[in-house]
């Protein structure tokens, strides 16, 4: 067990895959889980899920494109939890096309969803965390955004732009005792990996290029996101963690 002295998390895109195994892991952990998604029945299904196995959590439907909409939240949850510890920056979308292809509409959509919210997240729940002089911040960026990828121009982009605010955040935060690290997955087997993993020739040619032969779990994520969360990580900031097979060696 991982040392955790009566924490509350936020983590974002907490309805499925990746951020669901995140959450749910946390809460094994005895922390309270606040579960974000922008649909109410997904993050609900997930904090139910949790509840019932004797966790503490608590589902909150929210667009996280809409920064007006965060700002709100925020208000609300201050009002239940009067510090929130940990945020877990991990929700995200796609809109994958070629650069000449890709609308405006599809560039503003990912990067408002997977960059920007990081930027309100972050700007509202970071200020009690420096105050109380203990935090810990989570993004869940994207070996796309390591290594870049065709056809993810604006996924990569935003990606990428969660390494550098992770980066920059690390070292403002850093004299306040809150710690700011990013996780980079590779391919996971998820809902937004499912055509990849089913098809035998995509996946075939995936996996060339991951000497570890296989697609992870998301629990593979949630183990080390979790073990960033804690105590015992309390020396570790600014940080990216490639889980990705192998693949950006």
């Not at 749910?24 to 904090?47: F, H, M, W, Y």
């Amino acid at each position: 067990m991982l040392t955790f002295k009566n924490r509350t998390a936020l983590v974002t895109g907490a309805g499925r895959g990746i951020g669901k195994a995140i959450a749910e892991t946390l809460a094994r952990q005895g922390v309270t889980v606040i579960c974000v998604s922008k649909s109410a029945d997904s993050c609900g299904g997930t904090a139910a899920g949790i509840l019932a196995a004797g966790g503490k959590a608590k589902a909150l439907a929210v667009d996280v494109a809409d920064g007006a909409a965060i700002a709100k939240a925020v208000e609300v949850l201050g009002q239940e939890f009067p510090m929130i510890d940990i945020l877990v920056n991990n929700a995200g979308i796609t809109r994958d096309g070629l650069l000449f292809r890709m609308s405006e509409l599809d560039w503003d959509d990912v990067i408002a969803t997977n960059l920007t919210s990081c930027f309100h997240w972050t700007k509202l729940l970071g200020r009690p965390m420096t105050r109380a002089r203990w935090g810990r911040i989570v993004n869940i960026t994207s070996v796309s955004g390591v290594m870049g990828n065709a056809g993810q121009a604006n996924y990569s982009a935003a990606k990428a732009g969660m390494i550098g605010f992770t980066k920059s955040l690390a070292r403002e935060f850093a004299g306040r005792s809150v710690t700011v690290n990013a996780v980079a997955p590779g391919f996971i087997k998820t809902d937004m990996t499912t055509e990849f993993v089913n098809s035998a020739e995509v996946s075939a040619r995936i996996l060339e290029s991951v000497p570890l032969k296989r697609f992870g779990e998301a629990a593979d994520i949630a183990h080390l996101t979790a073990y960033l969360c804690s105590e015992e990580s309390s020396y570790i900031t600014g940080q990216v963690f490639n889980v990705d097979g192998g693949m950006a060696m």
